[in-house]
């Protein structure tokens, strides 16, 4: 348990050190503020979510229709991959 609390707690650091301000005269950037990395981060992570929302749960609900995930193998080298396929919903 210590090291569970010991790791929850680096990560915790590493996720707010980069916003705390730097000392003066050690800010790499002339124009833009300090934090803008971290936010431009987590902005490219909440787009990524806002994707799979519409595309994986919103859009099969209006379109009546669920994603399978099917494995296929390829015929020349044996490779498998897995795509995703729309079925449409039975209405009952």
Not at 31 to 57: E, S
Request: include cysteine; proline fraction near 8%.
């Amino acid at each position: 348990m210590p090291i569970v609390i010991f790791f929850m707690l680096s990560n915790t650091y590493l996720v707010a050190a980069p916003f705390v301000p730097p000392e003066a005269g050690q800010n790499i950037y002339e124009t833009l503020p300090y934090w803008i990395h971290c936010v431009v981060g987590f902005a490219i992570i909440g787009a990524g979510g806002v994707y799979y929302l519409v595309w994986a749960i919103i859009l099969p609900k209006i379109g009546k229709y669920e994603l399978i995930r099917e494995t296929t193998v390829d015929e020349i080298d044996g490779w498998e991959s897995s795509v995703f396929v729309k079925k449409p919903l039975v209405s009952k």
